[in-house]
């Protein structure tokens, strides 16, 4: 069973569109994230939901906008495409509303803007 | 904000050899988690280790919380060891985001 799942695996799109990328963990886990990886392989959070609530938002343009219908998805949602905004997105999770806990990641979300 | 240097940067070993990865870091840290990304993007968890030092078959990792180092150690290399190795701290202050380092590309050649 997939503890920590996304969708799209793959996501090609056109600049200017708008984008959804689903997640979804079934660990029970209180916190989950999204997370950037740049072209340079380097990972940097971009939001953090802990019990349906945004508690990090870290330096993001406002149109990525996360959202939590339940504290097992958070979705996040992409307005006006950039070319930038080609890289992958991972969804995590863990079980602590602090930072001690094991995150546990989701397969990645692979966007490319074109 | 919180530094975290990994070394080497690039490491190639032959099948069958082994290599410590290092991780430095700035800052006191109450998380921090090892990850192995393998080549096909996969982000897997090695190891949860603040401090301490753990082990789970040819792999092992080591924190030295009080001088701000950890390392991982892989012991008798295999191909399918071949990915970009990631560390990843959290500063003791809490509800802060896991931060990670440029990891180090590790290929192992047959």
């Known amino acids: 069973d997939t503890a920590v799942s996304q969708t799209p695996k793959y996501l090609v799109t056109q600049m200017g569109n708008d984008k959804s990328i689903k997640c979804e963990q079934n660990l029970g886990h209180d916190t989950m994230y999204w997370y950037k990886q740049d072209s340079k392989k380097f990972l940097k959070i971009m939001f953090s939901?802990?019990?349906?609530?945004?508690?990090i938002n870290e330096t993001v343009p406002n149109r990525f906008s996360p959202k939590s219908p339940d504290k097992a998805h958070l979705n996040l949602h992409i307005n006006s495409l950039e070319l930038g905004d080609s890289a992958v997105y991972f969804c995590?999770?863990?079980?602590?509303?602090?930072?001690?806990?094991?995150?546990?990641f989701g397969p990645g979300t692979r966007l490319l803007v074109l | 904000g919180i530094q975290v240097e990994q070394s080497p940067p690039d490491l190639i070993l032959q099948e069958g050899a082994n290599s410590t990865l290092r991780c430095n870091f700035s800052?006191?840290?109450?998380?921090l988690q090892w990850f192995h990304q393998n080549p096909w993007g996969q982000l897997i968890n090695l190891f949860y280790?603040?401090?301490g030092t753990k082990q789970n078959g040819r792999l092992s990792a080591t924190t030295v919380a009080t001088e701000r180092y950890s390392l991982l150690y892989i012991s008798s290399s295999q191909t399918t060891d071949s990915g970009v190795y990631f560390c990843?701290?959290?500063?003791?202050?809490?509800?802060?985001?896991?931060?990670f380092g440029k990891g180090t590309r590790l290929s192992v050649i047959a």
């Open positions: 939901y802990n019990n349906k609530e945004l508690i």
């Open positions: 800052d006191s840290v109450n998380n």
């Open positions: 995590a999770s863990s079980q602590a509303g602090g930072w001690v806990e094991t995150q546990y």
């Open positions: 280790i603040p401090s």
């Open positions: 990843a701290v959290a500063l003791y202050s809490g509800n802060t985001p896991l931060v």
